[in-house]
């Protein structure tokens, strides 16, 4: 479990919104609040979740730390069909390529795809790709040819 669990936030919450998580995780998980008195999170793991989350150079190198240990956005990916991408064609390549901007971190053209990926994937219908920048997954659903 990594901090942006233990508070149930995300790397893209505000300060506020980190602050606001930390008082109610540390009030629902408080000894006197519990019924029986334990918790798989302790008021320590809590309060060391949000004393990186809350400073945000911490947080930065927190974030980066995951995305190099895991290879993998702290977030949950979204599902997407392959008809919200532009498509180019390019002719050097004889194929077609797939761009869309990220919601998240609203860096153009972060997500790409093309053809020859696609055609790898047709069998499951769906491909998952990642922003360069942020690191968001989408699963990418489509109809194979």
Known sequence: MNYFDILDANEFSTQD??????????????????????SSITVDDIKKAYNVLSNSKLKLEYI???KLNTNLSISNEDEIGLDQFKSVYVEEKDL????????????????Y????????NEEHNHVFVNCEMCSQWLKVVFSPN
Do not use: M
Request: aromatic share 10%.
């Open 17 to 38: 919104e980190i602050k606001e998580k930390y008082r109610k995780t540390l009030l629902e998980h408080h000894p006197d609040k519990l019924s029986n008195g334990t």
């Open 64 to 66: 980066e730390s995951l």
């Open 113 to 120: 795809l093309n053809e020859e990926i696609l055609e790898a």
């Open 96 to 111: 077609f390529e797939f761009y869309l901007d990220c919601q998240r971190c609203k860096n153009v053209d972060s997500f």
